[in-house]
Nanobody, 126 residues
């Protein structure tokens, strides 16, 4: 079992960058595939990207690739989402999620993840 806590959200202007962090507590963090999702008001939860257990393989939503980078530090039990050139359309609550499934392949389906954080809100507005 793992508990996840996101941080780093806030109000930013278009074109700004933002780094979100997800801190995990519990055992076996370094065996979990990790994903980032976001949910805008009135919309379904959307896959942003993911990273495999050792950080060597990353997955990104096609629409976001080139603007985001996901990394992890297994010594610190953290996963980060770096977002650049933010747009108003990036406004959402951002969630990190963990999956215990072996051979993580960047699933885009929320049901494939076993643990979720409470989310951190990002608002992009001038």
């Amino acid at each position: 079992h793992v508990q996840l806590v996101e941080s780093g959200g806030g109000l930013v202007q278009p074109g700004d960058s933002l780094r979100l962090s997800c801190a995990a507590s519990g055992r076996f963090f370094d065996t979990y595939g990790m994903g980032w999702f976001r949910q805008a008001p009135g919309k379904e939860r959307q896959f942003v990207g993911g990273i495999n257990y050792n950080g060597r393989v990353t997955f990104y939503a096609d629409s976001l690739e080139g603007r985001i980078t996901i990394s992890r530090d297994n010594d610190k039990n953290t996963v980060a989402l770096q977002m650049n050139s933010l747009e108003p359309e990036d406004t959402a609550v951002y969630y990190c999620a963990a999956t215990e499934k072996a051979f993580y392949s960047g699933s885009r389906f929320p049901d494939d993840y076993d643990y979720w954080g409470q989310g951190t809100r990002v608002t992009v507005s001038s």
